[in-house]
């Protein structure tokens, strides 16, 4: 199995905790609602499942509205209690074998969703640019961890532009205004979406 690039017919994208308890807690926070939304609206664009978790919404809330809007039709958060989106009641990739990672936080339910799916042969690419945590420290690390274990670093554009593969077709229009639109300021902390 490679893990190298991204195939739409093999990967689904995991959004891990995009939850509104967050907002003010993790500075990059709107980043990764942005990040989200447009992960969701490109998978859904180009046919690749998504798979979206709340860790205990009572106490963190729901899914960003941001995020749950740009959800394709009928997908509908998983509601867990494990650090593991994996391990969350229903998750499953129907059959693919690489999944697209974003969420939040980097170094908990994040790292340990991509060691998890490492650990049982799935091809994991995290997009850097659509994780967050709480600190910068800790975010690093989860990336850092993450990579170490097998995961593959990745970005929003990248992602989306290896899923499309090419050019010149109706989802290439669709992607490619996505990411126009998308483009965010590196110099923001991201504020609230």
């Known amino acids: 199995m490679s893990a190298a690039r991204l195939e739409r017919e093999r990967a689904a994208l995991v959004i891990v905790d995009v939850q509104e308890a967050f907002a003010k807690a993790v500075p990059r926070y709107g980043l990764v609602v942005r990040a989200a939304a447009t ?36 997908v509908e958060p998983l509601e ?28 908990v339910c994040v790292a340990q ?19 967050a945590s709480r600190s910068a420290e800790n975010e690093a690390i989860g990336l850092r961890r993450t990579e170490r274990a097998g995961a593959v670093p990745t970005s929003v554009e990248t992602a989306l532009f290896e899923l499309l593969g090419r050019a010149g077709t109706d989802e290439f229009k669709a992607v490619q205004r996505l990411i126009l639109e998308y483009a965010p300021n590196p110099a923001s902390n991201g504020g609230a979406a």
């Open 80 to 107: 867990k209690v494990e650090f593991s989106a994996a391990g969350a009641p229903g998750f499953d990739l129907a059959g693919r074998d690489q999944v697209l990672l974003c969420g939040i936080e980097a170094h």
């Open 39 to 74: 992960l969701a609206r490109g998978a859904a664009a180009l046919g690749v499942p998504v798979i979206v978790t709340e860790q205990y919404p009572k106490g963190l809330g729901r899914t960003d509205p941001a995020v749950a809007a740009a959800l394709p039709d009928g």
């Open 113 to 131: 969703t991509a060691l998890e799916l490492l650990e049982r042969g799935v091809a994991v690419h995290v997009a850097a640019d659509a994780v």
